[in-house]
């Protein structure tokens, strides 16, 4: 593998930090409204739920067939509930703060299983950049324009707390997450390129188990039920959409 491959992946790696800065500055414009962040909150659950079932699953069935995929969704959930126990109730706020530390633990724990998610991207792009750079610049943009909806995602939660400090921490870790994940494909290219399929499968489990657990639980004590089902099927539209355009890009980047 030549610097230059190396070069130009850590590079294209790095597009996480500007959708990661959209997303959140999205999310920021947004705060000042409950109905808004019910919206938000709606359109995270949609959009994981969606990524998960339609592109992270099928993908991780093709790279590492059912025997593989079954036992890294649990785990990916598992990873998750773990989380879940371990993140105490109490003590994450201080006292007469005003802010419910469920909210927070669930907020706290939408980041992770994003960051889970953002790793096997930096994975998969590597991949694909190995294998030709048309792929990889074409992966990149791909990953790049989804991850937008992604980062609002996980921006909304914890805006919906109120924590400014968490949420540039977040968002830090989140955006940090693709290049960890591509200098990891980097190296496990050389070792076992079908790992990729296990780290999606993973990737997917956590994002469901986030959804289901943590995000529905979410909205339904932020309340604005009819905002949550627009924001939710604004997760529709926009998926649809970038289905749609990423196959275009590929056509277009083609030799």
């Known amino acids: 593998m030549t610097p230059q491959i190396v070069t130009a992946v850590l590079l294209l790696s790095t597009l996480s930090f500007v959708t990661t800065a959209a997303g959140v500055a999205m999310a920021l414009r947004l705060r000042s409204s409950n109905r808004a962040i019910a919206a938000g909150i709606g359109f995270s659950v949609g959009i994981m739920m969606l990524i998960s079932l339609f592109e992270l699953l099928p993908a991780a069935l093709a790279d590492a067939g059912w025997a593989f995929m079954l036992p890294a969704v649990a785990a990916g959930a598992a990873v998750i509930a773990m989380a879940h126990r371990l993140i105490p109730h109490r003590h994450l706020v201080t006292e007469g703060a005003g ?3 469920v909210m927070i633990r669930s907020a706290y724990l939408v980041v992770l299983g994003l960051v889970l998610h953002d790793l096997p991207e930096g994975f998969a792009m590597a991949n694909a950049y190995v294998a030709t750079p048309t792929a990889g610049f074409v992966t990149a943009i791909a990953i790049a324009l989804h991850n937008l909806p992604e980062e609002f995602a996980m921006a909304a939660p914890v ?4 924590r400014r400090r968490a ?6 870790l989140s955006a940090a997450a693709e290049p960890i994940g591509a200098v990891i ?5 050389g070792v076992s390129p079908s790992l990729n399929g296990a780290f999606l499968a993973l990737a997917a489990g956590a994002m469901l188990f986030v959804s289901v657990h943590e995000l529905l639980p979410m909205a339904q004590r932020h309340g604005h039920r009819a905002h949550f089902a627009a924001g939710a099927a604004a997760s529709v539209l926009v998926y649809g959409l970038l289905a749609a355009l990423a196959p275009a890009l590929a056509g277009k980047a083609a030799p």
Do not use: E, H, N, Q
């Not at 805006?159 to 109120?162: C, E, L, N, P």
């Not at 494909?185 to 290219?189: F, K, M």
């Open 167 to 172: 949420l540039f921490g977040a968002a830090l």
């Open 159 to 162: 805006v919906a707390i109120s």
């Open 99 to 101: 802010i419910d530390p």
């Open 185 to 189: 494909g980097l190296v496990a290219v």
